[in-house]
């Protein structure tokens, strides 16, 4: 699965050798999502491994950057219990597109925020359509 989020770099850290086959480089982006008139802001933890580790280098800490990325987790067991890791790791990085306000990958194209404007449907209720409920089509 691939996801991207637009942010501004805030901590860029060096490359970090885990072992003479692995090595990774975490970054971490500060995201600022509206929500009712209120503004949130995330910190998002990022990592590059192997050789998108550099990728990075052209790109300085307050830059805002649109990163591409895709959702990893592990699951191991020790001493009997179980343990789950998630990482975000990133692919791309790319300069963000001047005006474009910072995002979340959270939300999928379609998607009708609590306070859009409602439809009405043949029965009377009116409804906020779901993604999946959405008509897309032109005509």
């Known amino acids: 699965m691939s996801l991207e989020v637009t942010g501004k770099l805030l901590v860029k850290n060096p490359t970090q050798v885990v072992s003479d086959k692995f090595r990774k480089r975490e970054f971490v982006l500060e995201l600022a999502e509206e929500i009712n008139g209120n503004t949130y802001t995330n910190y998002a933890k990022m990592q590059l491994v192997q ?6 280098d052209k790109f300085n800490e307050g830059d805002t950057v649109k990163v591409s990325f ?15 890791i998630t990482n975000l790791d990133a692919w791309r990085i790319e300069p963000a ?6 995002q979340s990958a959270g939300a999928p194209a379609g998607y009708a925020p609590s306070n859009a404007p409602q439809q009405q449907n043949a029965g009377g209720n009116f409804y906020n359509p779901s993604p ?4 897309d089509l032109p005509f």
Do not use: F, L, Q, S
């Open 51 to 56: 050789n998108k580790c550099d990728i990075i």
């Open 70 to 84: 895709n959702i990893k987790g592990n699951r191991w067991e020790k001493d009997g219990k179980v343990n789950y």
């Open 97 to 102: 597109t001047a005006g474009m306000p910072a």
């Open 132 to 135: 999946e409920n959405v008509d």
